[in-house]
């Protein structure tokens, strides 16, 4: 089991950043490998999750149609740290966002978030028109 802890949410305009922090916990699980695929998923209000990015066992990453060109999913494996970069922030971008992990391999499917087992609690983001 992973413990997964988010943040580097907040408000800001619109056409502004942000960049999102998780870091890993790995003491529970005694599973000391840091390339498995994690991912990035949201939730607003009222609105099903949804798959933002994921990142995968070579660091190849994907992402939603919405976010790509404006966020960049990226990793340190010696921190064990997953990141966010979130730009030109839109209005529709406000959710919580949470990170997930670890799966072997990111699947075709990784946007549902089945092949994921570990959660964050979330960090909130907020965008100002």
């Known amino acids: 089991q992973l413990l997964l802890v988010e943040s580097g949410g907040g408000s800001v305009q619109s056409g502004g950043s942000l960049r999102l922090t998780c870091t890993v916990d790995?003491?529970?699980?005694?599973?000391?490998?840091?390339?498995?695929?994690m991912a990035w998923f949201r939730q607003a209000p009222g609105k099903e999750r949804e798959g933002v990015a994921s990142?995968?066992?070579?660091?190849?990453?994907h992402y939603t149609d919405s976010v790509k060109g404006r966020f960049i999913i990226s990793r340190d494996r010696r921190k064990d740290t997953l990141y966010l970069q979130m730009n030109s922030l839109k209005p529709e971008d406000t959710a919580m966002y949470y990170c997930?992990?670890?799966?072997?391999?990111?699947?075709?499917?990784?946007?549902?978030?089945?092949?994921?087992?570990?959660w964050g609690r979330g960090t909130q983001v907020t965008v100002s028109s």
């Open positions: 997930a992990g670890e799966s072997p391999y990111c699947s075709d499917s990784w946007w549902d978030g089945y092949d994921f087992r570990n």
């Open positions: 790995r003491s529970l699980s005694g599973y000391t490998d840091t390339s498995g695929c």
């Open positions: 990142i995968d066992t070579v660091d190849a990453a």
